[in-house]
Every structure is written in C-alpha cells, then in structure tokens.
C-alpha cells in the first residue's frame, strides 16, 4: 500500500527564518514519483516539484529546496529566509501506476508572520 | 488562457437534493481527476477518468457519479445517498510530465 505522511499540522515562524516541511512516504514500488503541491487561500493547489525515485538529487529552485532520501524514504521541503507570501497549505504527494492514482499527505499549514 | 474551470466557487443545498459540480478544461489532457478535501485533511480520491466514457471509482466514491462525454468535460454529481457532502471539491487532469493542473474548487454546504 502506499501512503504519504505529513507529521507537521501547523508551522509557525517570523518572516526571514528557514523552515523545513517534512514529508515521509511508503510505497514498496521501485518506480514511483513524489511531488510537492502549495495550496495558497484561493484553494487552487499550485504544482511546486516532481521527483522520480532514480533520481535522488537533491534541488534548487530560488528560496526553495528539496531533499530527497531513498534510505529513509523522505522527501522533506525548504524554504529559506521565508516571506508572508509563503503562508499555505503544502500537500507532499506519491504517485505510482503511471500516475493512474496520486496518494497525498495530510498537508502542513505554514504561518509566515511578519 | 490554458487550465481547469470548476463552477461554481460556491454552492449550498438543501438536504436530499443533487447537485451537479462542473470541471472543464482546454489542455487536451486526458486523464481527469475529482478529490474531496475536508479540513485539515488530505486530498481523497473520488473518481477518476483516464480517457472518453470511461471512468473508475477512487477511495471516496459511494454516493457520488461522474460522467465523460467529452475529454473536455468532466461534471461530479453529488447525489443524497451521500451522508456528509459539506466539502471543498478539487478537479484535477494530468499533465504529459505527471503532475496534476487543478481548478480553484467548489465549496459545497449542505443546509
């Protein structure tokens, strides 16, 4: 079975500091795809990264950051120096089959105050 | 401008009624999605479409149907039987590189 685990409900943290949103999955699939998803206050989740379970190189995207680590099944997300605007939901998310279906963690609400 | 059209943003119904969510969408994917989301909760899988006049049931599926005439359209009724419908609803289709496009969402209340 496959499943997504999101063990932070609620994060919050003053605008400038880094913060780390954790995401562990199961799957006993060898091929298989994790994603990260922003779900700002509009509701529309917003596509943030796909990462294919061969690839293990971690990536860069601006202010944001991802690790991902096979030997212990964990796909954790970065934010550096944080911003207002980065208050959301993040969903962390697997998909196996050929992306038939997509398994989502319960998401981690992200407060960025001022 | 290409993506996912739902409608409506909100709506609210009476106990015992249906009610018809639409999800259209003008990217020429495929395969299309429906997940409910309640607070606090992750997305859960309602139906999902992987081409015209076909469909398949997800987690969530009792006292809901869908319908897939067209690849463009792909409406979500939720129907009585359906015990506690007060949700937002998240449509979704599927791109060439596997992530998932969705619409802004239908908040649904129930009476």
């Known amino acids: 079975a496959q499943k997504v685990t999101q063990a932070q409900t609620e994060i919050s943290v003053v605008e400038k500091e880094d913060v780390t949103l954790d995401c562990v999955y199961e799957?006993?699939?060898?091929?298989?795809?994790l994603f990260w998803y922003k779900q700002p206050p509009s509701g529309e989740l917003v596509f943030l990264i796909r990462?294919?379970?061969?690839?293990?190189q971690n990536e860069i995207s601006g202010r944001y950051s991802w690790n991902f680590q096979k030997s212990t099944s964990s796909f954790n997300f970065t934010i550096t120096a944080s911003q207002v605007v980065d208050s959301a939901v993040y969903f962390c998310?697997?998909?196996?089959?050929?992306?038939?279906?997509?398994?989502f963690g319960s998401g981690t609400k992200l407060n960025v105050k001022p | 401008d290409g993506g996912i059209t739902q409608s409506p943003k909100y709506l609210f119904r009476k106990e015992g009624q249906n009610v018809t969510l639409s999800c259209e969408q003008n990217?020429?994917?495929?395969?299309m999605y429906w997940y409910r989301q309640d607070p606090g909760q992750g997305l859960r899988l309602i139906y999902y479409?992987?081409?015209?006049?076909?469909?398949q049931k997800g987690d969530i599926a009792e006292g809901y149907s869908v319908s897939r005439e067209k690849k463009e359209s792909f409406p979500l009724t939720v129907t009585s039987a359906q015990k506690n419908p007060t949700a937002f609803y998240l449509c979704?289709?599927?791109?060439?590189?596997?992530?998932?496009?969705f619409g802004e969402g239908s908040r649904l209340t129930v009476l």
């Open positions: 990462r294919n379970s061969f690839d293990e």
């Open positions: 990217l020429n994917h495929d395969a």
């Open positions: 479409s992987q081409i015209v006049n076909d469909f």
């Open positions: 998310a697997l998909s196996v089959y050929n992306f038939n279906k997509f398994y």
């Open positions: 799957t006993r699939d060898t091929t298989y795809y």
């Open positions: 979704a289709s599927i791109g060439i590189t596997g992530e998932l496009f």
